[in-house]
């Protein structure tokens, strides 16, 4: 699953302006539902690299380690203007209790899992060739290639998003003096949102001043 980017505190997408508007469905009570429901509506992952968590479930006694996860570009993105003005979509828990954390991160090192148990490791992208760059500049489609052993049997796997397309990563929405606009979301108890309006400077960035807004 993408769960974001390398080095980002939060997990923000970039979306067009009337997509951050728009009220999430009611069965959406979490910001982890949220982010799934953003990727579907042309939301993209805000950073510089993206950050993968992997799930991984025993259906018996089993040794796992994962040896590199790498991300195969597929095609370069181009954003269509026409449908922004593109803006920053985030997600704010109520309770930060309700958001669940991997289980550990990927240190190369084996996973013993017993039957039934399932673990989330969150993992970075090697890069593909030692001299290069685990992602691509800009905006792709990608798929991951995961060199794992289970049971001292090397495997490659290819793995896509959930709903079996490619993942996408990433957006940008901060320019040389130019910050987008915000929207954000607390999806409960009640869902409220959030508005900070886009920043323009020359020398030093204004500070930023959010508000509520209705949606739509």
Do not use: K
Request: a negative charge.
């Amino acid at each position: 699953m993408l769960e974001g980017t390398r080095y980002s505190d939060e997990l923000t997408f970039e979306v067009p302006e009337r997509q951050a508007r728009t009220a999430p469905p009611p069965q959406v009570r979490d910001c982890r539902q949220i982010a799934s429901w953003a990727r579907r509506n042309e939301a993209v992952p805000v950073g510089g690299e993206p950050a993968h968590v992997l799930t991984v479930r025993a259906g018996r006694s089993v040794d796992v380690v994962v040896h590199s996860v790498v991300a195969v570009p597929v095609a370069e993105v181009s954003r269509e203007q026409e449908r922004g003005p593109w803006v920053e979509l985030a997600c704010r828990e109520a309770d930060p209790t309700a958001t669940v954390p991997p289980d550990a991160r990927w240190d190369g090192r084996p996973h013993v899992l017993v039957p039934g148990q399932t673990v989330r490791l969150r993992v970075d992208l090697d890069a593909p060739e030692p001299a290069g760059l685990p992602f691509p500049g800009r905006m792709w489609d990608y798929y991951l290639r995961v060199d794992l052993e289970v049971d001292g049997v090397t495997q490659v796997r290819e793995l896509r998003d959930e709903s079996g397309g490619y993942f996408r990563c990433c957006g940008r929405i901060t320019y040389m003096g130019y910050l987008a606009a915000r929207y954000e979301w607390t999806p409960s108890p009640t869902p409220t949102l959030r508005y900070c309006p886009e920043l323009r400077w020359v020398d030093e960035p204004p500070p930023r001043v959010c508000q509520a807004r209705e949606p739509g």
